[in-house]
């Protein structure tokens, strides 16, 4: 059955199930189509939202390589240092718990990619938080009118009668923020050359 554009396939058997989601899970197990949040927000860019296929085995290889067990050893002091922090900021400031935490995932990236951490109110922070909220009600079916009809990024129309671009493609500029990205970069290889990172 297809729903907008959609195809629908209703199991109603165990064995039904078992035969398609668990021999077949290559062709029948891909991520939900969202064209909102996967294609007008993250441009096809983001692993989570992108459907099973060539691309995305070439991202997740890639993701493997990085976050493997034996590599893991590299990121444990950066986990244990922003763990002590975060067991800080509980006690501190428990009203702000939920930026805490997101503190403490962005503070272990940072560290491990730029040699940086992140601090309760850093403006970076600050603006990955108010992205994410802004970002997250797309992952929901349905709340943009494309992922109800897909046909419609399909259409030669102009950009001025479509507003989920104006929505969507003015999130896409707020998260690549490219200014913020680059400042990061500027200490990047001297971190690099002396084996900081």
């Known amino acids: 059955m297809t729903i907008g554009g959609t ?20 062709i029948y197990s891909s991520r ?6 996967s294609e007008v927000i993250s441009g096809n860019k983001r692993l989570l939202l992108m459907p099973y296929g060539p691309e995305w085995r070439k991202q997740r290889k890639a993701m493997h390589k990085i976050l493997n067990n034996t590599k893991s050893n590299v990121f444990q002091p950066f986990q244990d240092l922003e763990s002590r922090a ?10 702000r718990w939920w930026e805490a935490n997101a503190r403490f995932a962005n503070s272990i990236v940072m560290s491990v990619t730029y040699g940086k951490r992140s601090g309760l109110g850093d ?8 992205n994410a909220d802004r ?19 399909k259409l030669p129309i102009p950009s001025s009668w479509q507003p989920w671009r104006w929505w969507g493609d003015a999130l896409h500029r707020s998260t690549k ?7 990061q970069h500027s200490g990047l290889e001297q971190l690099v050359h002396c084996g900081i990172i």
């Open 7 to 26: 195809p629908w396939l209703f199991l109603n058997s165990r064995r039904a199930v078992t035969a398609l989601l668990d021999q077949k899970a290559a």
């Open 32 to 37: 939900q189509k969202l064209p909102m949040a």
């Open 86 to 95: 975060l067991l800080y900021h509980y006690m501190d400031k428990p009203d």
């Open 123 to 130: 403006p970076d922070l600050a603006n990955l938080l108010n």
């Open 135 to 153: 970002f997250i009600p797309y992952l929901m079916p349905g709340q943009a009118l494309v992922d109800i009809f897909p046909g419609l990024l």
């Open 177 to 183: 923020r490219p200014e913020s990205v680059c400042g």
